[in-house]
C-alpha cells in the first residue's frame, strides 16, 4: 500500500547519497528514472533537509529501491504513524458522488423525450470533440515505440540474439533509459551497444542522443542445465526524458523455448527457409559482431536441412535427400 | 470543426498521394540480359530505401547447369532446377550477376525471382524479371 504521505516533504540528503552510492547508481541514472535534473538530485544531496513534492519522493525512493519512509528526514516516528493513520481514515470514507440526474430525467423522460434526445446528441458530438482534441496527436508531443525481437526457439547450451528497438519522435535531444529484466540464468556474451549494468538479471542501457531509431542487441546463451521445452520470460521498459519523461514497455516477443532448433529456425522444422534467413539479416543488419551467428544460419540455409548433434553441441547441416 | 474538416482533407490527400506513390517506393527489379549464346547477365536494379538482403532464384531449363557464376551462387538446388544467390549488406546501385551455362541458352527460358522483405511493412516481396 501507498504511505500516506503530505503533498510536500523533507528529505534525509545523507541517506539518498549513501544508498545511492550503495547502490552503484550515478547521478544521471536516478536523474533519468526521477524525471528530474542531475542538479536537482546534486541539490538533494546537498542541502540537509530538502523539501520535495510527495510524487518525488516516492519515484525515488522506488528508484533507490528503499521504503519512502527511509529516505525522509524522521524527527519523531511516533508522530508521524499517528498523523498517517488520521490521513487515511477519511480517504477510505470517501465515494465518489454519484451523477442521479440522467437516471432521473430518463424517468420522468417520456414526456420530454426530444429535449432528452437533443440533449444525449449534443453530449455525443461534444464528447467525440473533445476526444479528438485530446487524442489528435500534436506535432510536439513525444512518441515513443519499442519492441522486442527475441526468436522463438534456441538450443540447450547455444546463442541466440535479442534485439530492442526504439522508435521515437521528433527528433531531438534527449536521455534513454532501457531495463530489459532477463532470467538470471542466462549469460550475456556480448551486447551493441555494450550496456550500462547488469546486476541480477537487470541489463540496463543509458543513451544520450537525438536518433529517432535506436538498435540495443544483446547476445545471450541458453543455459544447457535447462529443461527441453522449458519456455524463458523476458520484460522491460525504455523511459525517455526530454522536457517530458515518458515511459513504455517494451513490446514484440517476450518469451523464448529451449528446444533443439536452430535461432533463426522460426517453425522449428530443421529447415531455414527463405522468408526466416531475410528475417534473421534484416534483423541484425549494421550490426557489429553478428556475423558468426549470421554465417551458421546461412551455412544452414544453404545446406537445406539441419540437425542438432546433442554430443558435438552444435547445429549440423543436412543436404535434403532428394537433391 | 475546422479543424475536423482541414484534417480530413489532409487525410485523404495522404492516403491518395500514398496510393499513387506505391509502386515508385523503394524496391528490387532485375531483367536477364543474352550476353553470347552461353552467357547471360542478370541485372539488378536496387532503389532506395532498400532493403539489406535480397535472395535471386533463377530457374534454369532442364538440361542447362551452371557452370561458373559471378558472383558465385550461394546453392543450387538440382532437383529443382534453381539457383539461388543470397546477396547481403546491398546498397542502393545496380547489381551485375553474370552467369556461364554449359550448353547454350536462350534467356527467355530464364526466370529470376527476386525476394525481398519490404523495408516499410516488413512484408516478403516477390518481383520477376
Redesign the interface.
Given at each position: 500500500m501507498e504511505p500516506s504521505l503530505p503533498q510536500t516533504v523533507r528529505l534525509d540528503s545523507e541517506k539518498i547519497r549513501r544508498i545511492r552510492e550503495e547502490r552503484g547508481l550515478t547521478q544521471l541514472y536516478v536523474a533519468t528514472v526521477v524525471g528530474v535534473t542531475i542538479d536537482t538530485i546534486s541539490r538533494w544531496e546537498n542541502k540537509r533537509y530538502p523539501s520535495v513534492k510527495r510524487e518525488n519522493a516516492l519515484k525515488l525512493a522506488e528508484t533507490l529501491e528503499v521504503d519512502v519512509q527511509e529516505i525522509l528526514e524522521q524527527p519523531d516516528d511516533s508522530k508521524q504513524d499517528e498523523s498517517t493513520s488520521k490521513e487515511e481514515q477519511p480517504k477510505e470514507k470517501t465515494q465518489p458522488p454519484e451523477d442521479k440526474e440522467p437516471k432521473e430525467e430518463a424517468d420522468k423522460g417520456g414526456r420530454n423525450i426530444l429535449l432528452i434526445l437533443l440533449w444525449a446528441i449534443g453530449l455525443l458530438g461534444a464528447g467525440i470533440l473533445a476526444g479528438y482534441l485530446i487524442f489528435k496527436p500534436s506535432p510536439f508531443s513525444l512518441e515513443v515505440n519499442a519492441a522486442r525481437f527475441l526468436p522463438a526457439y534456441c538450443a540447450k547450451g547455444s546463442l541466440f540474439p535479442v534485439l530492442i528497438r526504439i522508435d521515437i519522435s521528433p527528433e531531438d535531444k534527449r536521455t534513454v533509459l532501457i531495463k530489459e529484466d532477463i532470467p538470471r540464468t542466462l549469460k550475456i556474451t556480448k551486447a551493441v551497444p555494450p550496456y550500462t549494468s547488469l546486476e541480477k538479471g537487470l541489463l540496463k542501457w543509458i543513451y544520450q542522443g537525438q536518433t529517432t531509431n535506436l538498435k540495443f542487441v544483446y547476445i545471450a546463451r541458453m543455459p544447457q542445465s535447462i529443461k527441453e521445452y522449458k519456455t524463458l520470460r523476458f520484460r522491460g521498459t525504455v523511459t525517455i526524458k526530454t522536457n517530458q519523461t515518458v515511459s513504455v514497455t517494451i513490446g514484440g516477443n517476450s518469451q523464448i523455448t529451449a528446444a533443439p532448433f536452430n535461432w533463426a529456425d522460426k517453425n522449428g522444422d530443421n529447415r531455414i527457409d527463405d522468408e526466416e534467413i531475410l528475417d534473421a539479416y534484416e534483423l541484425l543488419s549494421g550490426v557489429k559482431g553478428m556475423s558468426s551467428l549470421l554465417k551458421e544460419v546461412e551455412t544452414l540455409w544453404a545446406a537445406g536441412q539441419y540437425r542438432w548433434d546433442e554430443r558435438a553441441k552444435r547445429f549440423v547441416p543436412e543436404k535434403i535427400a532428394h537433391e | 470543426?475546422y479543424?475536423?474538416k482541414t484534417?480530413w482533407y489532409v487525410l485523404v490527400l495522404s492516403l491518395l498521394s500514398l496510393a499513387l506513390a506505391s509502386p515508385c517506393l523503394g524496391a528490387i527489379s532485375g531483367a536477364i540480359e543474352q550476353k553470347d549464346d552461353r552467357i547471360a547477365i542478370v541485372r539488378v536494379k536496387i532503389t532506395p530505401p532498400a532493403?539489406?538482403?535480397v535472395?535471386i532464384t533463377l530457374d534454369l531449363p532442364e538440361g542447362v547447369k551452371i557452370e561458373e557464376a559471378k558472383p558465385k551462387y550461394?546453392?543450387l538446388?538440382?532437383?529443382e532446377r534453381k539457383a539461388?544467390w543470397?546477396l547481403?549488406?546491398i546498397k542502393p546501385g545496380k547489381l551485375d550477376i553474370l552467369i556461364r551455362f554449359n550448353r547454350e541458352v536462350d534467356v527467355k527460358e530464364l526466370k529470376a525471382i527476386f525476394?525481398?522483405?519490404d523495408v516499410s511493412s516488413?512484408k516478403?516481396v516477390e518481383a520477376t524479371n
Open positions: - | 470543426m479543424l475536423l484534417n532493403p539489406t538482403t535472395i550461394s546453392r538446388l538440382d532437383k539461388q543470397l547481403t549488406g525476394r525481398y522483405k516488413g516478403i
